[in-house]
């Protein structure tokens, strides 16, 4: 087993002891001394995802390729790097749905939600679905939108075209279906495409670190000391990714 | 069922900074102690070794160290009158969660406040008149810098800081800050080294007639062993810092500093997984029994104890002051009250420019790697002529370059997607640099914390309500200091000037930068303005006490973690030194 294949299976046995460790019924976790354990935690494991795989939450096709093509316009194939969707950012998305980020597991969603009171309290919209379900919706209403405006699938929209819907969603300006906040739903998608363009390959996009090399980023190198005092060169350094090229 | 656990002398709620301080000085001077914790135990080699440390998307984007708005989350409105709405998502506030607080994913900057921060009041009067206060609800913190110098000293040695001292004894030194008050010993490790831009900047603020120095770091310039036995190792200027655990035993925080000797006392205890309700009291109401606590399966139980620290994160120790009856809430309409009273935040403003060309390398950094001038900080400046008091430290900084955090630091008008953006961004991640202004704020009447009367946390208690907005005294503040700035960033010659000013704005905590929250709990010589005595003693149920920057009854131009340290090992001392000798008030009021 190589060390990217270890990396790889790291992940799964995480899954495996993550079960054990929550199956008793505990008292309080009561800690006396330093714990023996020095393997790292299960929820801390990495868990690398597997470019070109099986979707898990964005298993519809029409609503791949909505997003495919939206992706490839916010970030494009040209002389700077690969397109999003050539870079994993798909893969990268639909393991960050359907994990806790997806779920909207670290976020508060008890109501009530005023939005008008709300909305202008915190200078911008407030949601109780979970980032799975904004998706969900903001995917159909983007597939709605182009066969009421042009009357063809969004996924086949001419690339002006689909630059001037996204125009227009980020100046708030376009209005999409059944209540979907356009605006909000574009600043998502833009945030998240570039978080796979950007984020290590280790969650599934910036393929052979293409993200990082367009921003000249060298990664997780951890140690710079050999190098603050070259200040203002170019130093030239490859980047390294917490996942093995080989 | 209800678990009933053995009496302890000393329970602490929250075991990050303050705990691990107070729990470390309890422990020593032999009292049995347990800590309960409502995250997990948390350790460098299980949770952030380097293999896992280096993760922006995890650790910045996603917040993995930080207590999640499904666990407790705070609700917020500008004014009286207004309903106030949840924080739902991530946003300014970074309340500590799991062993180690924010103790473990801060940053690291390591202040000791100005004198003049903890007598504001006093000596504004004595310097421009009584005038000069109107409309602010500024009072003096009932202890004095010389007072807090010893237990400052004391927590920059735990923590191995790293600066250069610019008052030692009252000697002015050039490669220090000039304008701190008077250290008994230089720090105990050496200054960071300068990045490109720490350099421009120095150079630049130092030809201008200012005093520059390098910010005092809990980023380890060397390695160091502290008082307690343990070791620490050198910064590899990483850049994954601020938010992001560190893996090379470099950053000052409970796991690197005090932990691994606390954790072999015999007389000390950790609950984790364990969320405190709130403290009971005797039937009498003059002191607590103890505090009731849930565990993660939902099995409430009782922790007895004699004395009750509260440590956790600043509004959450106001919380749980009003959710266990500790001292008297207070009342914006009336002024009367003090749980909940002098509700501060951290003013701030940036000055962004670029340079073409040139190459600031920004991924080289630490959470604390700065040049900073204090030449507008404080009273540290004649403010006769001027409509405010207070002011910023301005600073050169190099924090950090990670590309999700930067993938906006274009130049203004760019556009942020597209080719347009993919050819800008190489260009101005490189040479873009920022002058940031952290300033102080001062109490006003209407800015302060309550129960929130709607939403409730996932135990079915109140959550804490945040009322406040940006007061006359420090819009004005940060006007000036934001001028100052931006006169240093032309003469550094940086084009493309952008200025973000947050005060120019109501307050809302999804626009601001900042996750100094203080004061609600605050410490003072006057049980009327204050829900603590000067030791931080509830000045109503004498065996609690409340420790961590709720203490603080207006905030410094600084970050506030050595403030919060001093505080604990004070409150600390005077725990095992007087009052479990003699429980009673420790000072009349």
Known sequence: ?246 | MTIERPRADVVIVGLGWAGSVMAEELTRAGLEVVAIERGKWRDTSTDFPPAIAADELRWHTRRGMLQPMSVETTTFRNRVGQTAAPVRSWSAFQYGWEVGGAGTHWAGMSWRFLPWDFQAATMTRERYGAAKLEGLQVQDWGVTYEEMEPYYDRFERIAGTSGAAGNLNGESRAAGNIFEGPRKRDYPTPPLKDTHWMATYRQTVSDMGYHPFTVPAGNLSQAYVNPLGVAMGPCTYCGFCDFHGCGNFSKSSPQACILPVLMRRPNFTVLTETEVLHAVKHDDGKTAKGVKFVTKDGEEGFQPADVVCITAYQMDNVRQMLLGGIGTPYDPRTGEGTVGRNYSYQTCSSVTGFFPGQKMNPFIGAGALAVQIDDFNGDNFDHSDLDFIGGAGIMGFSTNGRPIQNMNGLRKGTKRWGSEWKSAIGRDYQEAATIFCQGTSMPVRDAYIDLDPTYKDRHGQPLMRLTFDWNRNDIAMTKFTTDRALEIMREAGGEDIMIDNQSEKSWNPYMQHSSHTIGGAVMGADPTTSALNPFLQSWEVHNVFVVGASAFPNNGGYNPTLTVGALAVRAAQAIHQTYVNNPGALVEG
């Open chain 1, 1 to 246: 087993m190589n060390r990217r294949e270890a990396l790889f299976s790291l992940g799964a046995a995480a899954t495996a002891s993550a079960t054990l460790v929550t199956a008793g019924k505990a008292q309080a976790e009561v800690i006396k001394g330093i714990p023996a354990a020095t393997g790292i935690s299960p929820d801390h494991l990495p868990s690398p995802v597997r470019r070109g795989g099986g979707f898990q939450v964005l298993t519809r096709d029409t609503d791949r390729q909505t997003l495919a093509a939206v992706f490839d316009r916010l970030i494009p194939s040209d002389a700077n790097g690969p397109s999003a969707t050539e870079a994993g950012c798909i893969d990268f998305l639909d393991a960050q749905l359907a994990g806790p980020f997806g779920s909207g597991a670290a976020l508060y969603l008890e109501g009530p939600l005023n939005q008008e009171n709300d909305e202008a309290m915190m200078g911008q919209p407030q949601f109780l679905a979970t980032p799975r379900e904004r998706y969900e919706s903001g995917l159909a209403a983007l597939e709605a939108y182009a066969q009421s405006t042009d009357g063809v699938a969004f996924a086949i929209l001419s690339p002006n075209r689909i630059d001037e819907i996204l125009t227009g969603l980020e100046a708030g300006e376009i209005e999409l279906p059944d209540g979907v906040n356009g605006q909000a739903f574009f600043e998502l998608m833009l945030q998240n495409a570039r978080e796979g363009y950007l984020a290590d390959p280790l969650y599934g996009g910036n393929k052979d670190m293409a993200g990082w090399k367009m921003m000249g980023f060298p990664g997780a190198r951890y140690d710079f000391r050999p190098y603050i005092e070259r200040r203002g060169e170019d130093l030239g350094l490859t980047p390294v990714s917490l996942i093995p090229n080989d």
